[in-house]
């Protein structure tokens, strides 16, 4: 069904010419516009007007459809928040795993219906807490995990059955996931009914957030091996959180964001067919992680897009039966990289456009950002209006009782088109380049990024974007706001802790385990279930990433600027 | 004519978070400098001999996981240590106002934050370097 038909269009190009001959015309001779010219964050340029005629070859259920129905650009869920509202988990982490457990139990109290764990440095780079490597980083972006010690105190009193925990981490994701499933299988749940997330997108961190240590080739082994472990053991993981968000804040535009991301996707859903994995097993479980920037409409129609591709895709070019197949279902974050360090308190604003954005999106869940991010680690009253601010969006804005409020905007449907098009013209020259893999190689990602980042710092520098506070609106008034204070004896309590697991457990067994999971990692099988016996057996995060270290190598990326 | 300004951009400890280094580095060689960028995941001890190796003016430390206060300090002792403490230290990132004092009085020259404009980081440079803004 054509949205309009012919008849009415060729009047409108009538009307549309005559008002810019008279009424417009007479207009700018007296007053001409703000700026020359207008664009979006991205540096897209946005038109004075959009009428019919910008979307005049849409087709209402070919292009848009019902909400749970295929192509999803509505949304994923037939009633949308109206049956259930986004889950609101705020990515928390800090110190110790006694720390953060507070906090995790404190935003429980508070309502808020998931836990996100951050995880420090070392962590993230698969270093257990005392590695010389680990200099000064404990505890200071995320809680500090280096042994199934610490995660067992992490969700100590939380019922892990329970809860649905998202972890951000990559290159060691199939060590902290083995860790949660056997602190969980210790609390007396199985782990099949285990509900989270992990991130284990190491596409993108090869392009965008560089936590990467492995080459990109075992990289995407450990990934399809958590898929196809997850696929048989644990069917309520997502196995995977296909991040754009990352790539987002590195600087690139939307539409790289979505492109980008969407290709990575694709190329995790090419490496598990290739293992001979049916693409209905495991695409159901595949999620992904979007940024929420200023750009009011980009970032909504950026969401409707991301939807519309991903199942056009799975459906037609990978051949999904399953509509669960077909839905991308996504996690959203507002962007840090917008918060500035002047004025913090205008933040609150900012985060609260783009939580706006991203529930107008159809966002699965959601993290605000605290205002004073751009300082430092977020304060608890920093969190706590954050997540009031969803709050407030959730129960006082209105937006979430009817779904896809926007939907029909000549603005919106013509920005979500035009991003599809020219998300799929980046398919097209990724695929020229042989590949997302060989695209990071030659570094075709992260000049892109690189290009779109600088190109947005140089519209601030000379005036041509304005950040309020930054380059217009200044005050030179000192910034005052609480800072998170750490225990500052945390990090002699966790070495502690790591010293005392190393001389308890049974180091026989520890060896054993570590010996087994060498030669599987030379071998070709999956390796989630060694990873899971070295785990229990309570060798640390540094010694099982030492394994692979050993026997995959470690990548260096190509430096440029 | 004078030689040209040699500035080493440098991102110490495990953070991989370059946007900014990237962009200043960009724009510093915009600005007529000579930039070297070492890339990420670098050790104190691997920057200050870069930073002898490359013969530089200046050094600037992108830092935005919050180990500034472990990672800054090393790189200028070991500055010292090469015998290259008339180098500009120059800090970028996540710092706490309370640790921005502490920086300079260690000895650093400059630390900003988001939001920064890179003329400011040019004004510092120059005014470190007592010369005139270009």
């Known amino acids: 069904m054509p949205l309009f038909d012919e008849e009415q269009l060729q009047r409108l190009r009538q009307t549309l010419k005559r008002w810019t001959d008279t009424t417009l015309k007479k207009t700018l001779e007296k007053r001409p516009e703000r700026m020359k010219k207008f664009m979006t964050t991205s540096s897209v340029p946005v038109n004075r007007l959009y009428t019919p005629l910008d979307i005049e070859k849409m087709d209402y259920e070919r292009d848009l459809g019902m909400p749970g129905e295929f192509p999803y650009t509505r949304g994923v869920h037939s009633t949308m928040y109206r049956g259930r509202l986004w889950t609101m988990r705020m990515f928390a982490g800090f110190g110790t795993a006694e720390e953060t457990n507070q906090r995790f139990k404190y935003l429980l109290e508070q309502g808020q219906t998931g836990l996100s764990v951050a995880f420090d440095m070392p962590t993230l780079y698969g270093y257990d807490t005392d590695a010389p490597e680990a200099i000064g980083e404990f505890g200071k972006c995320g809680v500090a995990i280096s042994s199934l010690a610490d995660m067992e105190l992490l969700f100590d009193g939380i019922p892990m059955g329970e809860v649905s925990t998202s972890m951000t981490i990559n290159s060691p994701a199939a060590i902290i996931w083995a860790m949660y499933i056997v602190a969980a299988e210790k609390q007396g749940y199985d782990r099949r009914i285990l509900r989270g997330t992990i991130q284990n997108d190491i596409l993108k961190e090869f392009i965008a957030q560089k936590e990467f240590i492995f080459p990109p080739e075992p990289s995407m082994r450990l990934v399809t091996d958590t898929i196809e472990f997850g696929t048989n053991e644990l069917p309520k993981w997502n196995t995977i959180s296909i991040s754009g968000y990352h790539i987002r804040e590195a600087g690139s535009t939307a539409v790289q964001e979505l492109a980008f991301t969407l290709a990575d996707g694709f190329a995790y859903v090419e490496a598990a067919l290739e293992r001979g994995l049916d693409i209905d097993d495991f695409a159901p479980r595949l999620s992904f992680f979007f940024n929420a920037h200023n750009d009011f409409f980009e970032e909504i129609a950026k969401f409707r897009a991301a939807r519309r591709i991903w199942a056009r895709a799975m459906k037609e070019k990978y051949g999904a039966k399953n509509p669960r197949s077909w839905m991308l279902r996504t996690h959203a974050q507002t962007a840090g990289a917008s918060l500035t360090a002047q004025q913090p308190e205008n933040n609150i604003v900012r985060v609260t456009i783009q939580a706006l954005a991203a529930v107008l999106g159809g966002t699965q869940s959601l993290h605000t950002n605290s205002m004073d991010e751009a300082l430092a680690l977020p304060s608890e009253k920093a969190v706590t209006i954050a997540l009031r601010t969803q709050q407030i969006i959730a129960h006082e804005s209105g937006a979430p009782n009817t779904i896809d409020p926007l939907a029909g905007s000549f603005h919106l449907e013509q920005l979500t088109n035009q991003m599809e098009e020219e998300a799929n013209a980046y398919f097209r020259q990724i695929e020229a380049l042989s590949g997302v893999v060989r695209g990071i190689e030659n570094g075709f990602f992260q000049r892109e990024i690189a290009e779109a980042a600088f190109r947005y710092q140089m519209e601030i520098d000379t005036n041509q974007r304005i950040i309020v506070g930054v380059n217009d609106y200044v005050a030179n008034e000192p910034v005052e706001i609480p800072i998170l204070e750490m225990d500052p004896a945390g990090y002699e309590r966790q070495v502690a802790r790591l010293a005392r697991v190393r001389a308890q457990r049974d180091n026989a067994a520890v060896e054993k385990t570590l010996r087994e999971l060498e030669d599987a990692a030379r071998g070709d099988v999956n390796l989630m279930p060694p990873i899971i016996e070295a785990v229990r057996a309570y060798a640390t995060l540094g010694e099982i990433m030492g394994v692979f270290r050993k026997v995959f190598g470690e990548y260096h990326e190509p430096v440029f600027f | ?134």
Do not use: C, W
């Open chain 2, 1 to 134: 004519m004078d030689r040209k300004v040699r500035v080493l951009v440098a991102k110490p400890g495990l953070d991989g978070h370059d946007r900014g280094a990237k962009i200043i580095a960009r724009a510093l060689r915009d600005s007529g400098y000579e930039v070297i960028y070492t890339g990420i995941r670098q050790t104190p001890d691997m920057i200050a001999e870069a930073a002898l190796q490359e013969d530089v003016d200046v050094v600037g430390l992108s830092i935005l996981s919050g180990a500034h206060m472990a990672l800054v300090p090393r790189v200028i002792e070991k500055l010292k240590e090469l015998g290259m403490e008339d180098v500009v230290v120059l800090v970028g990132g996540i710092i706490p106002d309370e640790d921005v004092q502490t920086l300079l009085d260690m000895g650093v020259a400059g630390v900003f934050g988001p939001g920064t404009l890179t003329s400011e980081i040019v004004e510092t440079i120059e005014n470190a370097l007592g010369r005139q803004p270009a």
